[in-house]
């Protein structure tokens, strides 16, 4: 009597993930932007509640990060927003790194070692334990005491003390120790690696007060303050009447305001306006204004055609006027 077998072949099933499939085409600038879109949340409010200043947000959604050499502050940054969107801030954090071109370094392998188990007798056990003891209350108490009694270290050195100036354009500069957030009148600063900030601002006439505030991790905070008296000549004065060419007031509402602005082509100011300050730029053909939020702008304008008007119109970032323009 012969046996047959018979093999019966069933289909292998393709196992399916129920993970959310996720478009590596998008760049972390965009996936920031949209997810701030999509929970419609504005600029201003990530800026108060993330301190960090307005430019450099539109920096990163831009995933513009020529003028943002600091790297690993970026990174920072980047953490800081992702976590307040509630989102992954590690795996965009690789993210980042990967689109800068910067290398994740893999954690080292430690080699295995084979390790003789010492004799533990009741006097070595009792001399380990309040040895280690000692070490963790000790390191312990004297982090604690570096905290209460060590502010963090500021030095301004533009403007190195109170001053009194004709013109409203002015630069800071400074150290801070690294790590420490900084602050100018509650809006963050950009610090490098090294603890330097740098920025030019605009100033209104009058008396400024500026206050410079360094942060650590444990709250503490050095306060540098600086008044800076602004006396403009009155050539400084946007035109009343008429004339041939054209000449326009730039003046912040409420929020500081980056911005780049060219006279006839040439860049004449890139830096920050702080609220309520104004300044006046003439020019013989053309003025362009380039602003990271037109919101918060105020513009004034005589030319040919009109003379000290204000712009009603819905500003866009980018601004052109002309000796010619009639808004």
């Known amino acids: 009597m012969s046996l047959s077998v018979i093999w019966i072949r069933h289909p292998m099933k393709t196992p399916t993930s129920n993970k959310l499939v996720i478009k590596q085409s998008l760049k972390v600038g965009e996936i920031l932007a949209k997810e701030r879109q999509r929970q419609k949340i504005k600029l201003a409010d990530v800026e108060q509640a993330t301190k960090i200043r307005r430019k450099y947000l539109i920096k990163i959604e831009a995933s513009n990060y020529t003028d943002l050499e600091n790297s690993a502050f970026v990174r920072g940054f980047i953490r800081q927003y992702a976590k307040f969107l509630h989102l992954d801030s590690n795996s965009l954090t690789r993210q980042y790194i990967k689109e800068r071109g910067e290398k994740l370094l893999p954690s080292a392998q430690k080699p295995k070692l084979k390790v003789t188990k010492p004799i533990i007798t009741p006097k070595l056990l009792i001399i380990s334990i309040i040895g280690i ?13 570096i905290g209460l009694i060590s502010p963090p270290k500021l030095i301004v050195t533009k403007p190195n003390s109170d001053q009194v100036i004709s013109n409203s354009i002015f630069d800071i500069s400074g150290h801070v120790d690294p790590g420490i957030q900084l602050y100018l009148d509650n809006s963050s600063l950009l610090v490098d690696m090294n603890g330097n900030f740098q920025d030019k601002l605009v100033l209104q006439p009058g008396l400024n007060r500026l206050e410079f505030k ?50 006839d082509g040439a860049e004449v100011f890139k830096g920050t306006m702080l609220a309520a300050t104004n300044q006046v730029l003439i020019g013989t053909d053309s003025i362009k204004i380039i602003s990271s939020n037109p919101a918060d702008l105020n513009i004034f304008l005589t030319n040919m055609i009109v003379a000290n008007r204000v712009l009603k119109i819905d500003l866009p970032k980018e601004l052109k006027l002309t000796r010619r323009s009639n808004y």
């Open 133 to 145: 003891a000692t070490i963790v209350v000790g390191g312990y108490l004297f982090w604690q005491l």
């Open 214 to 263: 360094a942060k650590n991790k444990l709250g503490k905070t050095t306060t540098i303050t600086r008044n800076i008296l602004v006396n403009l000549p009155a050539t400084t004065k946007l035109p009343s009447v008429s004339f041939n060419g054209v000449a326009v007031q730039v003046g912040i509402k409420d929020q500081p305001v980056f911005l780049t602005i060219s006279v």
